[in-house]
């Protein structure tokens, strides 16, 4: 997973099977990128998603065995690129896409539970990060399993389940314009693995 801000690539990558590093690569010469920093994430074999809300970075990451799986988002300050140093770390489940739109963070989140134990983890979850080293618990969405999450406000687009009401592979549309209380609007009953939205149009795969 990689995100950019400024002239800088944040990515992941992995040294071995239970190390997640992060590496900040200084690209303001594309033709000669540096790496200038790192930090290590010991004792997590997945990697998720990487989203800057600089001078923080967010990463997901989870560690599998046979007994289930555990995830961390954590939160990296990286104010100096040669020095990153974790500032946070919250326990959500398989985050699969943060989005900011200030003041809010949107986490989709995909539990590998839920669709077969019809447990309610929540698929969509608001936070405020006007603290981004504190982030607030705003409120949970609708879906049980999000694979991803586009947001065009005031909607949020949301390709999963929920398995409470046996929807099984669906476009959630959710109005956030409170965000205190996220509320469906549609439902379109199509499987898609991911969204994204640009003006006027949104872009999905299938």
Request: hydrophobic share 35%; aromatic share 14%; net charge negative.
């Amino acid at each position: 997973s990689l995100d950019v801000y400024g002239s800088y690539v944040y990515g992941i990558g992995t040294s071995n099977t239970y190390t997640q590093i992060l590496h900040i690569i200084d690209v303001a010469n594309p033709a000669n990128p540096v790496d200038v920093g790192t930090y290590t994430l010991d004792y997590f074999n997945i990697s998720g998603p990487i989203a800057v809300h600089y001078p923080y970075v967010f990463i997901s990451t989870g560690y599998h065995d046979q007994h289930g799986e555990s995830w961390r988002l954590w939160i990296i300050d990286v104010t100096d690129p040669a020095n990153p140093t974790q500032v946070n770390g919250l326990y959500i489940n398989g985050v699969t896409k943060v989005v900011f739109r200030e003041p809010y963070a949107y986490v989709s989140t995909r539990n590998s539970g839920a669709m077969y134990a019809c447990i309610m983890f929540p698929g969509f979850i608001i936070y405020d990060v006007t603290n981004p080293i504190t982030p607030t618990l705003v409120s949970t969405g609708s879906v049980t399993i999000a694979n991803d999450v586009a947001i065009a406000e005031p909607y949020a687009y949301l390709a999963g389940d929920n398995c409470l009401e046996s929807i099984y592979g669906a476009l959630f549309i959710e109005d956030i314009s409170d965000p205190n209380l996220p509320t469906r609007v549609n439902v379109l009953p199509q499987y898609y693995g991911g969204v994204e939205a640009s003006g006027s149009y949104l872009y999905l795969v299938s």
